[in-house]
């Protein structure tokens, strides 16, 4: 098994490929200022994409998810 097989047995599970939840992506959010009315997201290397979910959910009507794993 490669380095990647492993790093996909760990996560594949997961509802998160790494640390925080829905209140961390909302505050994350809270910081970027100026934004323009419908910026375009673009999330490289989403994982199962529980950060985009999020902004979707706050009526970000564009975005993009890009992951090379096609399970996610």
Known sequence: MDAMQYFYV????????????????????????????????????CGPGMQIIELAKLSWEYNIELDNYQHF
């Open 10 to 45: 760990l996560y594949i599970g997961l509802p998160r490929g790494g640390p925080g939840d829905n209140n961390s992506t909302r505050k994350s959010l809270s910081y970027m200022k100026e934004l323009p009315l419908k910026p375009l997201i673009l999330d490289i290397g």
